[in-house]
């Protein structure tokens, strides 16, 4: 497996990639978002550990970049900014797990193969188009239309809405979506899925056809 390590503390850095290199890893080390993004552009990685607080180009920025050009490589963000609200904006740009330093390197180690089975098993799935009414999510291609006109949704706003298709029909509490979708343990009192649910309505178009019903007191419903 071929890790691209994004750190620019040398003491993080040498452990990381010790530890890694001696767990069977092969780590690309890149000490700048600049560095980093110039090995994404001309290798493939399995996955990326991001460092978020980085001299120039920082890793939120990087991951946008990332995500803006279709590259759906896996991101475990590490950083010791460890707010809700810091990693809600990371995970929100792409990212796809988050783990505040300092942690135990086994658990870094759980995170990277988790992450990684679940990348790999999406690619063996067949391709397949999600729909409901007119609004189909071609999965392949991380495109969502309806009647034919393209929707723009951020990386947590198509998770949230691919993970509602794939369940159409079924009803979800706001616990089951706030663990799917943004992958961590948040207070399940938050309303972090009522405010990404609205973001997704104002943009998608049910004058027609109701897409997304809300379940008075349970969660939300996609149905035909």
């Known amino acids: 497996m071929n890790i691209l390590l994004v750190e620019d503390d040398q003491r993080i850095s040498v452990f990381l990639v010790k530890g890694l290199g001696e767990a069977g890893y092969h780590v690309v080390l890149a000490e700048s978002g600049e560095k980093a993004r110039d090995l994404i552009n001309t290798y493939d990685f399995d996955i990326i550990l991001m460092d978020i607080m980085l001299p120039g180009l920082d890793g939120i920025q990087l991951t946008q970049i990332i995500r803006f050009k279709k590259n759906y490589t896996p991101i475990l963000a590490l950083s010791a900014l460890n707010s809700p609200d810091d990693k809600i904006k990371m995970l929100d740009m792409g990212a796809d797990d988050y783990l505040s330093k300092p942690f135990h390197f086994e658990e870094l180690?759980?995170?990277?193969?988790a992450l990684t089975r679940r990348n790999k098993l999406s690619y063996q799935k067949e391709s397949q188009l999600l729909s409901c009414g007119d609004l189909v999510i071609d999965t392949d291609l991380h495109k969502v239309t309806q009647n034919t006109k393209e929707i723009e949704l951020s990386p947590t706003e198509y998770k949230l809405l691919v993970f509602l298709m794939e369940n159409k029909n079924k009803v979800l509490s706001r616990t089951q979506i706030l663990h799917n979708v943004w992958g961590i343990n948040f207070d399940n009192s938050t309303n972090l899925v009522d405010v990404y649910i609205?973001?997704?309505?104002?943009k998608i178009d049910e004058t027609e056809h109701k897409i997304i019903h809300t379940i008075k007191g349970t969660g939300y419903l996609v149905k035909d």
């Open 198 to 202: 609205s973001y997704v309505r104002n």
């Open 109 to 113: 180690l759980s995170r990277i193969k």
